[in-house]
Every structure is written in C-alpha cells, then in structure tokens.
C-alpha cells in the first residue's frame, strides 16, 4: 500500500523561506504527475493547485507562486520537493502532497502539512 509523508512545514514570517518534502513508500510506477495542492485555513473550498511536475521535468503553477516557488522531484527516491521562497500570509495553509497514476489507475494523497506565515 502506497503512502505519502510530507514534511518541512512550519511557521516562518512574511518573506521567508520554506522547503516541503513528500516521499511515497510502497511500490509506485507508472507515475504521471506529482504535485502539491493546499487548502486555506477556515474554508471548506476545494484544494487548490500549487504545483505539479511529471517525471519528465514538465512544470506547471499557479499563478500565485510564479517566481517564488519552485517544485522538484527525485523519480528514484519517489520524492517530490516544493521550495517556498518569498512567502505571503495569504500562503498559510495546509499543503497536501499528490501522486497521480495514468489512465486514473491511482490517486494518491498524503494527510497534509500546515504552514503559517506571520505579518
């Protein structure tokens, strides 16, 4: 059974910098996008889009974090990074790690790790 452990959350003031990592264990294959998605504190919307990134290099992000997030990924360790540069108060949320499969043969997410950026 596949599981995903995210980690580096935190609380940081405005302007700082944090690094998330998600690591899956269990076999895992045929991976078509890794990513992350968050949900702001207080809402019951659905999550939203931050970044995701294929196993080959293909990005993609939310308007929102252009220029100041950066998502990488280590295909051998199954591990996908998303490094928080510049952070703004409106970043504080929890930020979920995603793994998906082609053809929707998996979707994958892990439980979630709160970041809180002070004014």
């Known amino acids: 059974q596949v599981q995903l452990v995210e980690s580096g959350g935190g609380l940081v003031q405005a302007g700082g910098s944090l690094r998330l990592t998600c690591v899956a264990s269990?076999?895992?294959?045929?991976?078509?996008?890794m990513g992350w998605y968050r949900r702001a504190p207080g809402t019951q919307r659905q999550r939203e889009m931050v970044a995701t990134i294929t196993p080959t290099d293909y990005t993609n992000y939310a308007d929102s974090v252009k220029d100041r997030f950066i998502i990488s990924r280590d295909n051998a360790k199954n591990t996908v990074y998303l490094q928080m540069n510049s952070l703004k108060p409106e970043d504080t949320a929890v930020y979920y790690c995603?793994?998906?499969?082609?053809?929707?043969?998996?979707?994958?997410w892990g439980q979630g790790t709160q970041v809180t950026v002070s004014s």
């Open positions: 269990g076999s895992i294959s045929s991976i078509k996008s």
């Open positions: 995603n793994f998906q499969g082609w053809f929707g043969r998996y979707d994958y």
